[in-house]
C-alpha cells in the first residue's frame, strides 16, 4: 500500500510543477499545458505606483516548448492570453510585472472573459486593498477536454492581402503547419475561472466563479457563489 502511494504522488509530480516566482505561486499542469492555480498576497503598493510600460509575453525558463503554451500558440486562435496574477496588480516594479508576463502565468481566455469579468474583478481585488490593508487571492483554472485549435484558414484569408499570390501560398503552408503543430501538443482550454479573495483578520471572504464563454455579461455579482462550495 505504501509502495502504490509513493508511486500516485511520482505520478502527481510528473504531471505538475509548482513554480514560485516570489510575488505569486504557480501550480502548473503539463497535462492542460497552462496553470491550474495562482495565489498571491497584495498590498497597498499595488494602488501606489503605475508602470506604464508593459512587457512581450515570453516562454517561462522552468517550462520546456514542449510543456508549454507558448505565445505565438494563441496567434488566430479566437482567444486572449489571460492573466492569473494580474500586471495592474504588479506594476508597482518593473522585474516583478515583467514575472506577471510568464506564460506560466497565462490561461486562455476568450476577450470578453479577459477584457471585461476578469479585469472587473482583478480591479475589485485592488479595491479591497484600500479597505483591508492586505488582500489574499487564489486564482483556481479549471480546464475541459476542448483542445486549442487555430481559426479556420477561410476565416482568416478573408481578413488578410498578399502582394503576390506566392505570398499567400506561403502563407497558407506555414498556417498548416503551425496548425497541424498546434493539434498535436494539446493545450486544454479552461471551461471556467474561480477567484477567491479574503483576509481572514477581518473574516472577509468572496468567491466568483466565472465560464469561460463568448459572450459574458460584465457584471460581477452574477459570478458570485458561496466559498463553502469550493
Known amino acids: 500500500m505504501k509502495s502504490l502511494f509513493l508511486i500516485c504522488l511520482i505520478a502527481l509530480g510528473l504531471n505538475a510543477k509548482i513554480i514560485d516566482k516570489g510575488e505569486f505561486i504557480i501550480d502548473y499542469s503539463y497535462k492542460f499545458k ?3 492555480n495562482v495565489s498571491y498576497i497584495l498590498d497597498e503598493r499595488s494602488n501606489e505606483i503605475n508602470i506604464k510600460e508593459r512587457n512581450n509575453f515570453y516562454k517561462d525558463e522552468e517550462l520546456s516548448p514542449l510543456t508549454s503554451l507558448l505565445p505565438d500558440d494563441v496567434t488566430n486562435t479566437g482567444f486572449d492570453r489571460g492573466h492569473m496574477a494580474s500586471d495592474a496588480s504588479f506594476d508597482y516594479d518593473k522585474d516583478v510585472l ?4 510568464s506564460m506560466a502565468n497565462i490561461a486562455l481566455q476568450y ?3 479577459n477584457r471585461n ?4 474583478l482583478e480591479e475589485y481585488e485592488r479595491y479591497n486593498i484600500s479597505q483591508l490593508g492586505k488582500v489574499y487571492v487564489r486564482n483556481i483554472i479549471v480546464y475541459g477536454e476542448e483542445i486549442l485549435k487555430k481559426r479556420p484558414l477561410e476565416e482568416i484569408l478573408l481578413k488578410r492581402t498578399f502582394k503576390t499570390e506566392k505570398d499567400k501560398n506561403d502563407y497558407i503552408k506555414r498556417y498548416e ?3 497541424k503543430n498546434l493539434e498535436a501538443k494539446k493545450i486544454h482550454i479552461p471551461t471556467f475561472f474561480i477567484k477567491k479573495i479574503f483576509n481572514k483578520k477581518y473574516d472577509f471572504e468572496e468567491c466568483y466563479k466565472v465560464p469561460n464563454i463568448e459572450n459574458l455579461e460584465n457584471k460581477i455579482t452574477l459570478y458570485q457563489i458561496d466559498c463553502k462550495a469550493l
Not at 98 to 101: F, I
Open 34 to 36: 497552462g496553470p491550474t
Open 98 to 101: 515583467n514575472k506577471t508576463y
Open 111 to 113: 476577450p470578453n472573459v
Open 117 to 120: 469579468v476578469w479585469a472587473s
Open 177 to 179: 503547419r503551425e496548425a
